[in-house]
């Protein structure tokens, strides 16, 4: 039963993995390639004419800052999928794609403790606690707070 499950799972990885290209082409209106973007990372997406409105699906996934006409920067703000439409000054669709926004798997270690009981490490090269989307309660929360603390520490040293 055991190598069953284990089976579905990795036809189910290799599934998913073979429908999201390692990149998209920018420049294809309205095609069906995806953007990808890593969660907590900037990525520089630029078209091919210039931009009046952009439009994101779900802002809480990803974020866009404008930085000319035909320069945006995504951020990764949470996991999941939205899409991305810009129009030009005439309404006309430049692009219309989804984006995914997926986490990090460079540098990190994951450990699983049975159930919902994950906690992630950045790795580069000791490994450290670090604030992670899907970690349980207890190792989110303690990095958050330790976290924190130390950003106010440094801004009353600043002060």
Do not use: W
Request: with cysteine; hydrophobic share 40%.
């Amino acid at each position: 039963m055991l190598k069953h499950i284990t089976a579905l799972i990795i036809s189910s990885s290799i599934a998913f993995a073979s429908v999201i290209p390692a990149h998209a082409d920018n420049s294809n209106n309205g095609n069906s390639e995806k953007v990808i973007v890593t969660v907590d990372q900037a990525k520089v997406f630029r078209i091919s004419r210039p931009a009046a409105t952009i439009i994101i699906g779900n802002p809480s996934i990803v974020d866009a800052t404008i930085q000319d006409e035909q320069t945006l920067v995504l951020t990764g703000r949470s996991f999941g999928i939205t899409n991305l439409i810009i129009l030009d000054d005439q309404g006309d669709a430049v692009i219309d794609q989804s984006v995914v926004v997926r986490g990090s798997e460079t540098g990190t270690v994951r450990i699983y403790r049975g159930g919902n009981n994950r906690e992630t490490l950045a790795c580069s090269p000791v490994c450290e606690a670090t604030v992670t989307i899907g970690d349980n309660d207890s190792t989110f929360g303690n990095a958050s707070s330790q976290i924190t603390s130390k950003n106010a520490l440094s801004q009353a040293a600043s002060n």
